[in-house]
C-alpha cells in the first residue's frame, strides 16, 4: 500500500474560529491506481492533496507514506520525501518565470543533489517524454498554457516519483490541451505510476480508474470505474 | 545542493534586477570607498608629519635658547648665564657617550632681497658639522663648505621658496642676494622640504624652505646681534650614533648644559624622535576614528541590502513556495539568499574598492591634500563590506528560509 490515512482531521485556525477543512478522512491508495477526486468548491479536495503531497500537516490523524509515519518527521525529512517521492502538478502551473523549461525540470534534481551532466540528460528526457523536447530552451511566458503544464509535468516525473498528485490540471486550459494533458496522465498510468488528480469535470475525472468524492471535508463516496473513458479512446485508436 | 549551484541561481537572481542589484548595493560602494578615501587622508597626514621630523633627524637632540624677554633674558644674564654658546657643545662633544657631531647654529629673520624682489626669511648661520647631523643635499650648485666657512666668506645657499620668490625659476647660482644690509653670493638651493605646519616641541613652526644658510663664522662677524644679552648661537643639534639612549643623552644633555648655564632654565631640549612617535600614536588615534565615521556608513549601506532584499522576498515568496514543494530544504533557500547577500556585498565592496583608490587619487590631484593608499585599508574595507552583506543579509534570508511551504506557494 502507497498511502493510508486513518481518521485524518484538518482545522486551519482562523484568529479565534478554527475552520474544519477535513475530518475523519480514510483513505488507502494503492499503487499503479489513477484516481480521480471530486467535489463542490469548499469542500477540502486541495487541502486533502497537500497534506498527502506533505506540503500541509493534519491536525489529527495519521497518515502513512511507503510505511513512513509522515507525521513524525521533521521539515528536511518532508522537503526530502516531496523531492523524491512526490511529483506535484498545479492549475497554475507554478513555473519558475525568469528560468527556461530545462532549468525547471532541473530544479528538483538539483535540490537532489544530482550531478550537472546526469541531470541535463534527464530533465531533456522528461522534456521529451511530454513532447516538448525541442522547447526546452524557452521561457513560460513563451509557451502555451497546455505546453506550459506540460512542463510542469516534466518537471513532476524527473525525479520519477512514487506518485503524482495534479490540482485540478486541466483547469486553466482550453479543452484540446485538457485532453492532451490527460492523455498523458493516461500514458503515466499505463507505464504504472500512481496518478491523483483534482478536477471538477466528469469527462477528465472519467479517465480515472477510481473517482472519491468529497463533501464538506468528508469523503462521500469512493468508487471503481471499470471502463475507462480514455481507455476507450485508446481502444478505438 | 553545491554552492557552485548557488551562485549561480543568485547571480541568475541578481541580473534579472540589475538596476535594482545595482542601487542595492550603492550604500556598499560608498561606504567601502570613503572608508579608504578616510583612511587615505589620514595616512597621508601621517606621512607628511612623520617626514617634518625625519628632516629634523631622528637621531637628534636639539638644544635650543628659549624665548625669553628682555626682562628675563637680563635677569638671567645677571644669575651668570651667558646663554647657548660654542662652549656648551664642546662639553657635549667631549662628555656625551655615543655623539657623532653637534653642529651649532645662530638664526635670525632678515628679509633676502634681490633686484626689486624680497622674500621674508630666516638666515641660519651654520658650521660645516651641519652636514654631519643633518641630511642637507642641495638641488642646485653645492653646500657650505669648511674653507668657506673657515675664511669667512659672504656665501649663501637658499631654501627652495627663497630661491623662487627672489629668482623665479632661473638658476640663483652665482647671482648675488642681500641679506640685512649685506651682499652674499648664491652658491646652492636646497631641495624642497616637508612643511613645517605645527610647532614641533619649542620650534617654532616654520617653513624650511624658508631659511637661508650662511657660514656661522660669517654670521656672527657681519650680522648684528638683536640685542646686548643675545647668547653666542642660538641652537645645538646634537647627533647620537643610534636612537635606543635619546632620553638617557637628553638628560646627560641637561645636566652638562644646566651646570654650564648656573642652573639657569634659560634653554629647551627637543627629541624629534620621541615627538614623532608621540605624533604617530596620535594620528593612529585620528585615523581609527576616520575610518570608524566611514564604517558607519558601511554598516548603513548593509541596512540598505536588508531593506531590499526583505522586499525582493516578499516579491519571490511564491519562487520560494515552489522551490520547497519540489524539494528545496529550508537550509537551499537560506543559502540561496545568503548568496545572493554575499554576491551583493562583494560586488558592492570590489566597486568600492576601485571607487575608494580613484577618490584618493583624485583628492591628491585636485586639492593637493596628500593622501596615502594602503593595502591594509583596502583589505579591511573590503572584508568589512562582506561582513556587513552576510550580516544583514541573515535575517531576510533566515525569513525567507522559515515561510510555510503550503503558504508562500499560495501567495498571490
Ligand atoms: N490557509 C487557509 N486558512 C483558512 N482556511 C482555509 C485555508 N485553506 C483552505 N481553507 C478552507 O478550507 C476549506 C477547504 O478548502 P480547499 O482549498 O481545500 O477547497 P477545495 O475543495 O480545493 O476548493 P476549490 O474547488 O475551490 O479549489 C475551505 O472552506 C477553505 O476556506
Ligand atoms: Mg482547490
Known sequence: MLIDIQNLKKDYLMGEFSVTALSEINLQINKNEFVAIMGPSGSGKSTLMNILGCLDTPTEGTYLFDNMDITQLDDDALSAIRNKHIGFIFQSFNLLPRMTALQNVELPLMYAGVEKDERLKMAKASLEKVGLGDRWRHKPSELSGGQRQRVAIARALVTKPGIILADEPTGALDSKSGIEIMEIFTQLYEEGHTVLIITHERDVAACANRILEIRDGMITNDTTNINTKIGELSLAN | ?412
Open chain 2, 1 to 412: 545542493m553545491q554552492l557552485g549551484e548557488n551562485i549561480s541561481i543568485a547571480f541568475l537572481g541578481l541580473i534579472d534586477h540589475k538596476f535594482r542589484s545595482f542601487l542595492t548595493i550603492l550604500g556598499i560602494i560608498f561606504g567601502t570607498a570613503s572608508v579608504i578615501a578616510m583612511v587615505a587622508i589620514g595616512e597621508g597626514a601621517k606621512k607628511q608629519a612623520i617626514a617634518k621630523y625625519q628632516d629634523l633627524g631622528v637621531s637628534n637632540i636639539i638644544v635650543r635658547d628659549k624665548d625669553l624677554t628682555d626682562n628675563e633674558l637680563e635677569e638671567v644674564r645677571m644669575k651668570f648665564s651667558k646663554g647657548l654658546s660654542f662652549a656648551d657643545a664642546k662639553a657635549i662633544r667631549e662628555i656625551l657617550p655615543g655623539v657623532i657631531s653637534v653642529a651649532p647654529q645662530s638664526e635670525i629673520k632678515l628679509d633676502a632681497k634681490s633686484g626689486d624682489r624680497s622674500s621674508k626669511s630666516t638666515v641660519i648661520g651654520i658650521t660645516p658639522e651641519i652636514l654631519e647631523v643633518l641630511n642637507y643635499t642641495t638641488e642646485k650648485g653645492a653646500f657650505i663648505t669648511t674653507d668657506q666657512y673657515d675664511r669667512q666668506l659672504k656665501v649663501a645657499v637658499l631654501g627652495a621658496t627663497v630661491a623662487r620668490e627672489l629668482f623665479s625659476y632661473e638658476n640663483p647660482v652665482g647671482r648675488s642676494v642681500k641679506l640685512g644690509d649685506q651682499w652674499f653670493e648664491v652658491v646652492g638651493t636646497m631641495e624642497t622640504k616637508a612643511l613645517f605646519t605645527e610647532t614641533v616641541g619649542e620650534l617654532a613652526s616654520r617653513d624650511l624652505n624658508n631659511d637661508v644658510y650662511i657660514p656661522l663664522s660669517t654670521f656672527n662677524k657681519r650680522i648684528p646681534k638683536e640685542n646686548q644679552y643675545a647668547s653666542e648661537i642660538n641652537q645645538l643639534t646634537v647627533k647620537l650614533r643610534n636612537s635606543d639612549e635619546l632620553i638617557e643623552s637628553a638628560a646627560v644633555i641637561r645636566n652638562i648644559i644646566d651646570r654650564h648655564h648656573f642652573n639657569n632654565d634659560d634653554f629647551s631640549i627637543i627629541v624629534p624622535f620621541e615627538l614623532m612617535k608621540q605624533e604617530e600614536k596620535e594620528s593612529r588615534i585620528y585615523n581609527f576614528l576616520l575610518a570608524s565615521i566611514a564604517a558607519i556608513s558601511l554598516i548603513v549601506g548593509g541596512i540598505g541590502i536588508m531593506n531590499i532584499m526583505l522586499a525582493s522576498i516578499l516579491e519571490r515568496t511564491r519562487e520560494i513556495g515552489i522551490r520547497r514543494a519540489i524539494g528545496g530544504r529550508k537550509a537551499d533557500i537560506l543559502g540561496q539568499f545568503l548568496t545572493e547577500a554575499v554576491v551583493l556585498s562583494i560586488s558592492g565592496g570590489i566597486i568600492g574598492v576601485f571607487l575608494g583608490v580613484f577618490l584618493s587619487v583624485g583628492i591628491t590631484w585636485i586639492t593637493d591634500i596628500e593622501t596615502s593608499l594602503t593595502l591594509y585599508s583596502i583589505i579591511i574595507a573590503f572584508s568589512f563590506s562582506v561582513m556587513v552583506g552576510i550580516t544583514f543579509g541573515y535575517l531576510p534570508a533566515k525569513r525567507a528560509a522559515n515561510l510555510k511551504p503550503i503558504e508562500s506557494i499560495r501567495h498571490e
